[in-house]
């Protein structure tokens, strides 16, 4: 990648693409839950993301250009806790389908709590390097749409994994029940 020679002008580029290879995660990321998640609302606002992301990319793309950069293609690593090895394993193993969709809708709230963050940061930068406005307000933009997303997130996780939660217990019973009715059939 070569910038202009300005330094101010290359800092801002820098952060730009920095911004852009989280949002590249990003889409990858939202892809690969679209295809696993296992919850019709969840699926639905995170394919409502997935545009929004995509154009975010765009976005920061055409300021990269219109600033003299070349937009990164590389994808930077979205902050995702990862728990210690023997829980991983435990947790991996042992978890149903509607457990996992509930640790990875919790993960997605931490990564869109922490791209606002970075579009937070992003902004006060490109302000203190008195950057043109078409940029700050490119960013204001994603910064707003990474916001909205993460209030959903938060305001509807709880009620959609306590929904997720109930119906596996209820498919529990059901299934201990049919169990019981077999084994009460088996012995009559």
Do not use: C
């Not at 919850?39 to 003299?68: C, S, W, Y």
């Not at 406005?133 to 959903?152: C, G, P, S, V, Y």
Request: hydrophobic letters at 35%; glycine letters at 4%; proline letters at 4%.
């Amino acid at each position: 990648m070569i910038y202009p020679f300005d330094r101010s002008n290359m800092i801002a580029l820098v952060g730009l693409n920095l911004a852009l290879s989280y949002e590249n995660a990003a889409v990858y990321r939202l892809e690969k839950r679209l295809s696993e998640t296992i919850d019709a609302e969840i699926k639905e606002r995170l394919g409502r993301h997935l545009v929004q992301t995509r154009e975010q990319q765009g976005r920061l793309k055409d300021r990269i250009i219109a600033m003299g950069g070349e937009p990164i293609m590389e994808s930077g690593r979205l902050p995702i806790p990862e728990p210690p090895q023997s829980l991983k394993s435990m947790i991996e193993a042992g978890s149903s389908t509607n457990e996992r969709e509930v640790w990875e809708s919790l993960n997605d709230l931490i990564i869109e709590k922490a791209e606002a963050i970075m579009y937070q940061g992003g902004i006060q930068a490109l302000e203190l390097l008195n950057t043109e406005k078409k940029t700050i307000k490119a960013l204001q933009k994603n910064l707003k749409e990474e916001e909205a997303f993460a209030k959903w997130l938060e305001k509807n996780n709880p009620r959609i994994a306590r929904r997720l939660m109930t119906k596996q217990l209820e498919a529990k019973k059901k299934k201990r029940k049919t169990e019981e009715a077999a084994a009460t059939a088996t012995t009559s």
